[in-house]
C-alpha cells in the first residue's frame, strides 16, 4: 500500500460514506480491486479515515448540534444501533465483512427496495423538527440493519424515514448528523482494540493523506446530494447497486 492507494481508499469512504451505496462494500470492493492484502493496518486505515467524514459532518451541520431538541433525538437513534452493533461485533468483523455473497445480496436486495419504494409515491410532508422519541428510536432500530456491509447506513435510514412520511431531503440530512456519534462510536471501538499497534513515518503519512482526502470528498458528496434528492428519487441509485451488487457476486 502507498500514498496513491492511501488518496483512492480515502475518495471512496468520502464519496460513499453518505450516499445510499454502501461505503463498506466499496472500501472492502476498492482494496481487493487494488489487490492490497487484510493487513492490519490496512484495517486501521480503514477505521481511522473514517474521523475525516466525521468531521466533514461536524463542519457542515456545526450549529445543529448546539440544538438539544435534535442532540436528544439523535442519541434515542443512536442508541439502538450501539447496542446491536456491540453486541454482534465479533460477528461483524469476522463473518459478515469475509462475506462475497451476503455484501452482494445487500446491495441488489435494498437497491431492489429503493426501486419499489420510490414506485409507491409516498406522502413526504413530515419534518425532523417534530420527530418524536418513539420515530427517533425506530430510525435507530432501522440503522441497526446497517451492521450488515453492504446495507448502507444512509440508505437504510433515508428509506426508513420516508416511509415514515419524512421530506427526503431533511431525511439525508439526519442521516448524516445520526453518522457523527454512529461512525465515532464504531471507530473510537475499533481504535481501542488496535491500541497497541504501532505506525512506522509512512503509515502515519498515508492515515493522514486519507483522513484529509476522506474529509474534503465528503463534505462535498453531502451537500450534493442533498440538493439532488430535492429535484429527484433514489432509482438511480437503486439500478446502480444491483449492477454493482450483481458484478461483486460475478467476480
Request: no cysteine; proline share 2%.
Amino acid at each position: 500500500m502507498n500514498v496513491i492507494h492511501a488518496a483512492i481508499l480515502g475518495i471512496i469512504e468520502g464519496l460513499t460514506e453518505f450516499l445510499p451505496i454502501s461505503s463498506t462494500a466499496h472500501m472492502i470492493m476498492g482494496a481487493r480491486v487494488m489487490s492490497l492484502p487484510q493487513t492490519e493496518f490496512l484495517k486501521f486505515f480503514e477505521v481511522f479515515i473514517q474521523i475525516g467524514a466525521i468531521a466533514a459532518v461536524l463542519f457542515l451541520y456545526f450549529k445543529k448540534f448546539f440544538d438539544i431538541k435534535i442532540i436528544k433525538q439523535l442519541l434515542a437513534s443512536f442508541i439502538p444501533t450501539a447496542v446491536i452493533g456491540f453486541l454482534l461485533y465479533k460477528i461483524i468483523k469476522t463473518i459478515f465483512f469475509e462475506s462475497n455473497v451476503l455484501i452482494s445480496a445487500s446491495l441488489i436486495v435494498v437497491g431492489i427496495i429503493f426501486i419499489l419504494v420510490e414506485r409507491m409515491n409516498l406522502k413526504e410532508t413530515k419534518s425532523i423538527a417534530g420527530m418524536t422519541f418513539g420515530a427517533a428510536v425506530l430510525i435507530g432500530i432501522a440503522q441497526s440493519l446497517a451492521v450488515i456491509p453492504g446495507v448502507s447506513r444512509a440508505g437504510i435510514v433515508i428509506l426508513a424515514m420516508m416511509l415514515m412520511g419524512y421530506k427526503r431531503n431533511e431525511a439525508a440530512q439526519y442521516s448524516f448528523m445520526l453518522a457523527l456519534p454512529t461512525l465515532a462510536a464504531a471507530a473510537l471501538l475499533d481504535v481501542i482494540k488496535m491500541r497497541d499497534m504501532r505506525l512506522s513515518g509512512t503509515e502515519i503519512e498515508m492515515v493522514l493523506v486519507g483522513t484529509g482526502v476522506a474529509f474534503i470528498v465528503a463534505y462535498f458528496s453531502m451537500k450534493w446530494f442533498v440538493e439532488f434528492l430535492q429535484k429527484k428519487k433514489l432509482t438511480g441509485f437503486g439500478v446502480y447497486r444491483i449492477v454493482v451488487g450483481i458484478l461483486a457476486l460475478v467476480a
